[in-house]
Nanobody, 116 residues
């Protein structure tokens, strides 16, 4: 079965930078779209960014110009580069992947805290 493991979360000051990684294992037929979601306490889970296998990207309006999603298909890994994060970006960030011929898979989540 496909499993996702996120890493790179932690504490970052406003205006700093952070890069999240999500590595998929158990991939047999490749992965279609991959995405990053986040959920803050008391708020609904929201889509932060998504990327197709060929590299087409979409971003939430709140992160456009600050965050960048990318992927390495050879390593079945997706990244989220977070530049100039703000306190409102504090949340648990979840990786999501759509393996070919299988159901969507979620990572365990990684906490990102933006605070001075």
């Amino acid at each position: 079965q496909v499993q996702l493991v996120e890493s790179g979360g932690g504490y970052v000051q406003p205006g700093g930078s952070l890069r999240l990684s999500c590595a998929a294992s158990g991939v047999v037929f490749g992965i279609n779209a991959m995405a990053w979601y986040r959920q803050a306490p008391g708020k609904e889970r929201e889509l932060v960014a998504s990327i197709t296998r060929d590299g087409s990207t979409k971003y939430a309006d709140s992160v456009k110009g600050r965050f960048t999603i990318s992927r390495d298909n050879a390593k079945n890994t997706v990244f989220l580069q977070m530049n100039s994060p703000a306190p409102e970006d504090t949340a648990v960030y979840y990786c999501n992947a759509n393996p070919r011929f299988s159901a969507n898979v979620w990572g365990q989540g990684t906490q990102v805290t933006v605070s001075s």
